[in-house]
């Protein structure tokens, strides 16, 4: 089983920044990509960024040049650098870890942190 815990959410002004972080424990040797994705009320959850343990990262093409994910693998830990904040990047963020068991993967998900960003 793996284990997400996110932290750094918050409210702030346009324009300004916040750093959110994802600490996963359990079964992390099995885990080979993590990411961020984002939910606003009366939509579907979608992608912000991925990066897989080699290093690769992918993002959503409107948040490219303003949002960063980086990771950490002596702590286990992944990181979202928002920059430049707007209203519509306004949701609750969830961390997202992919385990492989075997031949098929599993999806996890941490418990959300709210981001609310004023204008």
């Known amino acids: 089983q793996v284990q997400l815990v996110e932290s750094g959410g918050g409210l702030v002004q346009a324009g300004g920044s916040l750093r959110l972080s994802c600490a996963a424990s359990?079964?992390?040797?099995?885990?080979?990509?993590m990411g961020w994705y984002r939910q606003a009320p009366g939509k579907q959850r979608e992608l912000v960024a991925t990066?897989?343990?080699?290093?690769?990262?992918n993002y959503a093409d409107s948040l490219k040049g303003r949002f960063t994910i980086s990771r950490d693998n002596a702590k286990n830990t992944v990181y979202l650098q928002m920059d430049n904040l707007k209203p519509e990047d306004t949701a609750v963020y969830y961390c997202?870890?992919?385990?492989?068991?075997?031949?098929?993967?599993?999806?996890?998900w941490g418990q959300g942190t709210q981001v609310t960003v004023s204008s």
């Open positions: 990066i897989t343990s080699a290093g690769s990262s």
């Open positions: 359990g079964r992390i040797f099995s885990i080979n990509a």
């Open positions: 997202y870890a992919r385990r492989r068991q075997g031949i098929v993967e599993y999806p996890h």
